[in-house]
């Protein structure tokens, strides 16, 4: 796993999206992997830039997203599908049927989930998959256990994540306390992992994650094991690394 510190979280956005060029630049119908979040907003809309001023094309890409919240139509303001539909894919020209997130409503589980692995491999598997990282380790809607799920499937979220994504809604009381998620072996089969960390609220998860071992309590350390990892920290996040 190799980590890049960047000064500032816009320089961080702009190296994200460098690679996310390239990807799509060398193969254009390449298999993107999206995650929600507040970290990598900067990248997407370096991504739109780029796009607006006609540096990318994105119309052969497809996309899966990470994870969505379960029990929320698709519709909703909070989902993760609007959340993407707002902040992305309304801005690219990312055809609508070669965008693909987990199903989170309207659906059994067993179904959602195994439809999800299927589209995954239909498509080839993901070429590079954007992640961020919970402040208790999570990647996706993975939280620390001591068991991990390998594949899709349905999550209850920890306290810490239900507060730390309650300021998306009006009250806690309103985050759904379930998610469904892709698991440690999908994210881990994507050829190419960019972790994105910014701020100093990450900054003692990024310590652990360089300190201690690999463990299912902190499902971020498994990136150690994947041949083509990349964290890429701003100088606030990366304050505790020696
Ligand atoms: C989002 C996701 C989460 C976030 C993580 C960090 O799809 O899967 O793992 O990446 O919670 O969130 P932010 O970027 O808001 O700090």
Same mark, same amino acid.
């Given at each position: 796993?190799? @980590? #890049?510190?960047?000064?500032?979280?816009?320089?961080?956005?702009?190296?994200?999206?460098?690679?996310?060029?390239?990807?799509?630049?060398?193969?254009?119908?390449?298999?993107?992997?999206?995650?929600?979040?507040?970290?990598?907003?900067?990248?997407?809309?370096?991504?739109?830039?780029?796009? #607006?001023?006609?540096?990318?094309?994105?119309?052969?890409?497809?996309?899966?997203?990470?994870?969505?919240?379960? !029990?929320?139509?698709?519709?909703?303001? &909070?989902?993760?599908?609007?959340?993407?539909?707002?902040?992305?894919? &309304?801005?690219?020209?990312?055809?609508?049927?070669?965008?693909?997130?987990?199903?989170?409503?309207?659906?059994?589980?067993?179904?959602?989930?195994?439809?999800?692995?299927?589209?995954?491999?239909?498509? !080839?598997?993901?070429?590079? &998959?954007?992640?961020?990282?919970?402040?208790?380790?999570?990647?996706?809607?993975?939280?620390?256990?001591?068991?991990?799920?390998?594949?899709?499937?349905?999550?209850?979220?920890?306290?810490?994540?239900?507060?730390?994504?309650?300021?998306?809604?009006?009250?806690?009381?309103?985050?759904?306390?379930?998610?469904?998620?892709?698991?440690?072996?999908?994210?881990?089969?994507?050829?190419?992992? %960019? %972790?994105?960390?910014?701020?100093?609220?990450?900054?003692?998860?990024?310590?652990?994650?360089? &300190?201690?071992? @690999?463990?299912?309590?902190?499902? *971020?350390?498994?990136?150690?094991?994947?041949?083509? *990892?990349?964290?890429? *920290?701003?100088?606030?996040?990366?304050?505790?690394?020696?």
């Amino acid at each position: 796993m190799q @980590i #890049q510190v960047t000064t500032t979280p816009d320089e961080l956005a702009i190296l994200a999206a460098d690679r996310i060029e390239e990807l799509v630049r060398t193969k254009p119908d390449c298999v993107l992997g999206f995650a929600t979040g507040s970290t990598p907003l900067s990248t997407y809309q370096e991504l739109i830039h780029r796009y #607006q001023e006609g540096r990318i094309d994105f119309s052969k890409v497809r996309t899966f997203n990470l994870d969505e919240y379960w !029990g929320l139509p698709p519709t909703h303001p &909070q989902s993760y599908h609007s959340f993407m539909q707002e902040h992305v894919f &309304q801005h690219l020209n990312i055809p609508a049927d070669q965008i693909h997130l987990p199903q989170g409503h309207g659906i059994d589980e067993e179904t959602a989930c195994r439809d999800y692995e299927r589209e995954i491999r239909r498509a !080839g598997g993901i070429d590079l &998959q954007v992640l961020g990282i919970g402040t208790n380790g999570h990647i996706g809607f993975n939280e620390p256990a001591k068991e991990l799920r390998l594949d899709t499937h349905l999550v209850t979220l920890t306290q810490a994540t239900v507060l730390a994504n309650s300021r998306f809604f009006s009250s806690p009381s309103e985050v759904p306390r379930r998610a469904i998620t892709m698991g440690v072996r999908t994210i881990l089969s994507s050829r190419r992992l %960019l %972790l994105l960390a910014t701020g100093p609220q990450k900054a003692a998860i990024l310590q652990q994650l360089f &300190q201690r071992g @690999i463990s299912t309590e902190l499902p *971020a350390s498994l990136l150690h094991l994947h041949p083509d *990892a990349t964290i890429l *920290a701003d100088q606030d996040a990366a304050a505790l690394l020696a």
